[in-house]
Every structure is written in structure tokens, then in C-alpha cells.
């Protein structure tokens, strides 16, 4: 249903239809850029209940491969994810003690606002504990024992790293035990026995990338209708009326709405990928870089008194998902998309990066290299990333490492390489655990260059 607009003397040139026509696609593109961290959420979503259902956890048992589709994850540690719904009540995350292995992560609302940071950084402190995530209008008394957690949101998502020490077969089994421990169930269950499902997902295809046609507006609609409106959101809800997305009506766009829709998203994507190519460089003349600073100075809220931050809220959760809360305590991430020269990295062309000894980490470094266009790993990758924990790997006489991108594995550097398909890619440089040198800058990582 498309809500009627009335225009007075339009030129000449368009008719009022037309003129019509064009204001929703506007609308219909800053729709898309505001409602992107809750499409990617569904998408997430969708993939987690193909697997499971809520109050299950998925695991990977081994470092993730290509099939692990989410927006730009590491390919080093073992991830651990589960979707939550707080419609019927709140609901208990027990999280472990980091005993034999490491595990950190985050908890995010619908809008991928994080909730709480757990494990060390968080407030259990790697000593284990249980979080209480209370929907947005529950009033009844917080019982004691919890870390209370209130979400704006009715759903979200949970993403943790497990570490193993090393990526020897017992330390992986320590990491791995450690998950199991993780449990996840409803508040009114807190007094009877629970069986914990874990789900092992490894080699499976965990599919979360959203699509970028005109399904995009059907998840809009769904995840509107099921979280309650923040004031902040009033001037949008009510141009999402033009679009037929209301939270009380079944969104079906007619033919004519479905090509406007095409139209819109195609250009909040390409603006997507955009920004994604443009970072703000880390080191002086430098391409790498992070993107803004809105996010991290507001928590990742992209919430500040005078407004909100949408169009890089928007195009931060094109680029990735599940930020900490707090951003440099457990880790650091810088990224690029262009060579030394300033131009795109591209499939098909050969690049190196050298990496100077000692990169500034208490755990490990990684390089990890995605699809422009999804921002997900490479689909049939056969290696994704490199990093400090994989033992192959050639080092220099100094302890530098250099590393090779490109479609095929070099002849003598296959512990070094790093598949890169046709189109454009970017990178990641990951610090686990980062030391002083990261802040202070006197560590510098030098451009990918083309061979």
C-alpha cells in the first residue's frame, strides 16, 4: 500500500506521478540506510533459526570458513552465536569462567547496540557470571545474582569468541569445553533442570548476509512491526507509510513499488560500499584506517543530544556487526580497501603486505580478506586470513612476515597467501589483546602493495 502524497504545480517536465515516484525513492533509500542494522539482524536471525531455535547455541568447533556468512568475522577464533527474543520475559545468560581458554564477546539489541560486554572485559571479568537481559517493559523486581542487562529491543544476538591458547588439538578441546558451558535459557526456567542445546555449525552454510534486493523491504517491514517505535524514530515511521511498511498492516508492495524499491536499495548499496572504500587513515599518509568516530565515542548508540548518526550507523553495519561496547579493551581493528597507491584492491592482481616484527599484541595478530560487495568472506575461499597463530607460516630473519594476495597460490609461498577473487576486496588487520604501541602509534603497518 503506498500512502498518497500531494503535489502542487510540479514542473513541467515530470508529472506528478512521476515527481510521485521519485520522492519515494528517496524515501525508500534512506529507509534502507536507516533500517540496516536491523535487516542484517534478521538476516542473522533467519540463518540461526534455519539451524536451531531460541534458547540454542551455535558453535563453531573450528575456526570459521567461507560458509560462516556474516559481515566481516575472523577466521581464527571459535565463534559462538545465538539469537534472543524477550517478547515472554527476560532471559539468563550464564556465562563461564575463562578457565583453560579464552572468551569475550558482546550482546546487542535489534539495532546492534551493544548491551554488555562478558568475559574479561565485561562485567564478570573472566570470572563467569549470570547476565539477565530484561525486555524494554518489564517492571517487575530484578531478582539478585544477575548482571541486569535492560534492552530498547525485543530481539538481538549474541556473538562470542572462544581462544583457545594455542591451536593445538588440546587447547582447541579446552576452548571448546568452555562453550559448552555457556547456557542460555528463560528466566521463568531459572528453578528447573535445562538441557542446553549446542549447536555445531562448522562446514555448515550459516547464510546472515543480507540480500540486497527487494526482500530487504520485506525484513525492514517484519522487524518494524515487531520492536516498539523510539522516539527517535517518529520522522521515519512515518515516512515508511509511503513505502506501505506500517506496523499494523502486511507490507505488499505492488510491481511498480517492488522496481522503485530495486532502485532505491541498489544506490544505499553502492553508498555503502563507498564509505567502506574511504576510512580515516590510522597512521599519516596511511591506508589504513578505521571509519569515523561516532561509533565508538557514543558506545556504538550513534546516538548524541543534537542527533542521530544514521547515515554511519547505516553503513558501519554494512561493513561489519557485533561491535564491543567498549572498543579497544580486548581489541582493535583497522581496515582498507585500497593499495599504496590509492587505488581499489582488486581480484586478479597480485599485492604483499610486510609486516614489521613485533606487531604490538598480547594474544595474536590476523589479516583477514573479504568481498567488497557483501562484506562477507570470499564464497569457496580456500584460505581466508593469515595469522600469528598458524605455525607454517614464512618468517624473515628479522621476524617479519610478508604476505600474498591473489587468485592463485604462489609457487613457494603457500603458507603466505591469501585467496582474492574477481572484484573488489578489503582487508582487515586484527590486534587481540593490543599493547600500548597500537594507541601511541609507534608501530606502523605498512600499505598492501601491488606486485
Known sequence: MRHALTLVNPPASLSAEELTDRMIERRATEAAIWGMPIVSVDAMRQAFLHEGKYGDILYCSKPADWKFQITTPNASS????????????????????????????????????????????????????????????YSAPIPPGYFAVKSQTYNGYALFRAIPVTQSNADVAKAADLVRRLRVYPLSAEDRPHRQR???????????????????????????????????????????????????????????????????????????????????????????????????????????????????????????????????????????????????????????????????????????????????????????????????????????????FMSRMPRGKENNWIYTARGEWIAMFRFYGPKKAVFEKTWVLPNIEQV
Open 78 to 137: 571459535l565463534y559462538v552465536y545465538f539469537n534472543f527474543n524477550l517478547k515472554d520475559g527476560p532471559v539468563v545468560v550464564d556465562f563461564p569462567a575463562a578457565v583453560g581458554a579464552g572468551m569475550f564477546g558482546t550482546m546487542l539489541d535489534a539495532w546492534q547496540v551493544p548491551l554488555a560486554d562478558v568475559g574479561p572485559e565485561g562485567d564478570d571479568e573472566g570470572n563467569g557470571g549470570k547476565y539477565l537481559l530484561i525486555p524494554p517493559d
Open 198 to 404: 549446542h549447536i555445531d555449525i562448522s562446514g555448515k552454510l550459516f547464510d546472515g548476509i543480507v540480500r540486497y534486493d527487494e526482500t530487504f523491504y520485506e525484513s525492514l517491514a517484519t522487524m518494524v512491526a515487531e520492536e516498539p517505535v523510539q522516539p527517535r524514530d517518529l520522522v521515519m515511521m512515518g515516512q515508511l507509510r509511503s513505502l506501505g511498511i506500517m506496523k499494523d498492516r502486511a507490507f505488499k508492495p505492488d510491481p511498480k513499488l517492488k522496481a522503485i524499491l530495486r532502485n532505491a536499495l541498489a544506490e544505499a548499496h553502492a553508498a555503502f560500499m563507498e564509505w567502506t572504500r574511504k576510512i580515516e587513515p590510522y597512521w599519516p599518509g596511511s591506508q589504513w584506517g578505521m571509519h569515523g568516530h561516532v561509533g565508538p565515542e557514543t558506545h556504538f548508540s550513534f546516538e548524541s543530544p543534537d542527533r542521530l548518526a544514521f547515515d554511519e550507523r547505516g553503513a558501519l553495519y554494512f561493513f561489519g556487526c557485533a561491535p564491543p561496547k567498549v572498543l579497544g579493551a580486548a581489541t582493535f581493528y583497522l581496515s582498507t580497501a585500497k593499495d599504496a597507491r590509492g587505488e581499489p584492491l582488486v581480484g586478479g592482481k597480485t599485492y604483499r603486505l610486510h609486516i614489521p616484527p613485533n606487531p604490538p599484541v598480547k594474544q595474536y595478530w590476523a589479516v583477514t580478506v573479504y568481498d567488497l560487495t557483501t562484506a562477507g568472506f570470499i564464497h569457496n575461499s580456500p584460505t581466508l586470513c593469515i595469522d600469528s597463530y598458524k605455525p607454517n607460516t614464512v618468517r624473515n630473519t628479522d621476524g617479519s612476515v610478508d604476505i600474498y
